[in-house]
């Protein structure tokens, strides 16, 4: 299916909130999972940059594909950014 040009329509919600450093790494692992997996509805892309009890860590999710990778900068709960 060909989709005209100027009629797509996409609402997209945003949700940003503070997580604590020091968070387990697992913790947040599982709620990247359960993100990309549909638990909490359609979430289309969701990242973070969190200070979680394995270091500075990186977390990506694309349409259902989730990946974390330890992070070069530091979070800016971690004190500096």
Known sequence: MIIPAGHTHFRFDTLSFRIPAGTSFEALDRLMSDLAAGRFGSVVRAKALVATDRGSRRFDLAFG???SAPSRRQSP????W
Do not use: E, L, R
């Not at 709960?77 to 500096?80: H, S, Y």
């Open 77 to 80: 709960t971690a004190g500096w």
């Open 65 to 67: 594909n989730c990946s």
